[in-house]
């Protein structure tokens, strides 16, 4: 199975949402990390067809999804973010008709519906009103109603929003346990429900996929650049101010050691630090809160390769930022092509 | 289907609004009928009543005269019914003692009280065959009432089918396999058969209290020998009480698919219910408020839409086809016109629905 967007381009007015996306999926779980406004949820609203693209085209083998219709939506399963639910039907009558939406009737639905509520811990609730439930509850009762079908393709907006940390981990193994021979796409902005679980992030911004690999290598890319200085405590503020710090922790002596990500030594007692997914989305998204210095510099790193704006560098056009980022070797096309079949 | 229907069903008579809005309508009709009731009148042989008490006098009444209405019968009646002009010359057309009395010196009065010299073949053109009419007759205006309150009660009740899954839900609905397909089907379907079954639900209870209030008499007599008030602009020709009914409650249903059938393609267009509220009231009740004649032949198109069809007087008062037909029936194929239009077009809307 191979899911394939070809030049994807999703346009609100002059704003594109999502950026002319060229990638290919095929089976394993996804991670897809972003800013807010990066245009996870546009882009997985046009991969279930909510959404009519401005532009290109999304294909199911080769298949455009459009002329697929019911064969095509039969095989998703699609938790949406902030979904809408029915606040005075019951968990269960709402995954019973979430059920019949999907072709499953009869004893099957219900043994299915009930199944699912066990998996994620609702199985008590199963005849409480939707209404009296919890934010972390209707999450769970999301989960459950895109897994209905057992789908092939499960795509989740934030899926572990409101979730407390046993549940988070809960979800995590379901999820891993489920995942095996489909596609499953996660949005998130906390790195550390993908990390685990996720065989390849994508990092999104803009609008287009601007990084993309296995977690414990898509980081290399900032091997060198993340280091760890202490300094004295009151003077914290003001580096947080001018750097990009991904961490910071107060010492008992009274010194801060600052975590910070520098394309060279931010400070003589800066040493180097291995880098983590968390400081990879900082080292990407860290722009919109400082008025975009950094962006300015990477992207006239990616203008100088020829690449567009947003796109990152292709490694061998040596420049310093893109290192380890591009190539067929992590699976990104040097146009910001990524191909998730070939990284495995 | 059958299920995805049972589930819509459920969601539409489950919202506290739409459960308001029908209570409000049923409440509407009962007072309409009970004020109707208490509100008779009739005056006979020394005797006054009100209420039951004035039914029973006015059915007393017309025992005595019902059956054919012959010219013989009419000078009678004349003669022992008719009230003479009141000292402040009122019209004797325009003074009430009882529904009888009424029905004749509408017909045969002039305005002292005296034979206007027509006989019954020139007034009714044929025979017909009289009795007590006035409880039908009155209980039929109270349902026009009932039924143009119950076309927004249904409008209210169908705004949400499609516009109320706008909120959020269109995500999951659209995304599954027969969202944009059965789903979209099933509600429009719901949303028609709720719309019939509230209708036929008003009529039986309204039929019903009918029934209770004045009796089974009259069913076969002619609308055409009733009290003032259902003569002047009433429907022009003659038809029994029961077809009458027959005919109402034929055109409340018609006018209630094709109301359900507007109500569904905004519902589908708006993006919230309560704009898909006010657009079909808009669209509802727009055809009233146009400055036209209802001798204009342009009224003759208007008046089938569906707010005429669920009022269903000014529409049988547009007389009678050449094969003998009431005009009104003209609303069967415009009814049907609408709903399939309405059905097809609601669930295109919802089927190609982008969420937002
Ligand atoms: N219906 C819309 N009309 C106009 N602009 C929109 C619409 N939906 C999204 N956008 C814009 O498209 C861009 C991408 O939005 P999207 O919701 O896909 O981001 P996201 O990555 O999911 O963000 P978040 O993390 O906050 O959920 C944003 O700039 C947003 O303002
Ligand atoms: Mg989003």
Known sequence: MELKTVELTKQYGKKKAVDCMNITLTEGVYGLLGANGAGKTTLMRLLCALQRPTGGRVLLDGQGIGSLGEEYRGLLGYLPQGFGYYPNFRAIDFLLYIAALKGLEGKAAERKARGLLEEVGLSREAKHRIRTFSGGMKQRLGIAQAMLNDPRILILDEPTTGLDPKERVRFRNLISAFSKGRIVILSTHIVSDVESIAERILVMKSGRIVHCGRPGEITSE??????ECAIPAEQADRYVAQMNVSNLRNERDGRTVLRVIAGDKPMPNAELAEPNLEDLYLYYFREQDTGGGQVRERDSLAAASGAAPGHRASRDNGAPAAEGLSGEASGCGRDGEWKGGDVR | MRKLMGYELRKLFGRRLTQAALLAAVLFSALFTVSTYQNKYASY??????????????????????????????RQMMDELAPKSGPQGLNAIYLYQNAMQSAVTARFSDMYGNWNGLRVAEVFGEEISIGYVDGWLSASRDMEKSFLFLSFAILIML????????????????ASRYGRTKCASAKALAGILAAVLVTAGMLACNVGAAYLLYGREGLDCSILFAPLALTEGYIPFNITCGALLGYQALLSLTGAVCTAGVGLVLSAACRTPMIAVVASAAVHIVPTLLPVAESSPLFRLLALLPVYQMQFEALMSLGQLKAGMPYAVLALPVSAGILAVGYALSRRIFAAHEVA
């Not at chain 1, 900032?222 to 280091?227: F, N």
């Not at chain 2, 009100?50 to 005269?65: F, H, I, P, Q, T």
């Open chain 2, 159 to 174: 705004a949400p089918v499609y516009s109320g899954e706008y909120g959020g839900v269109d995500n999951l609905i659209l």
């Open chain 2, 45 to 74: 042989g020394g005797r006054q009543a009100s209420g039951g008490e004035a039914v029973a006098l006015d059915k007393e009444v017309a025992a005595r005269y019902a059956g054919e209405l012959t010219d013989e019968k009419v």
């Open chain 1, 222 to 227: 900032i091997r060198g650049q993340v280091w």
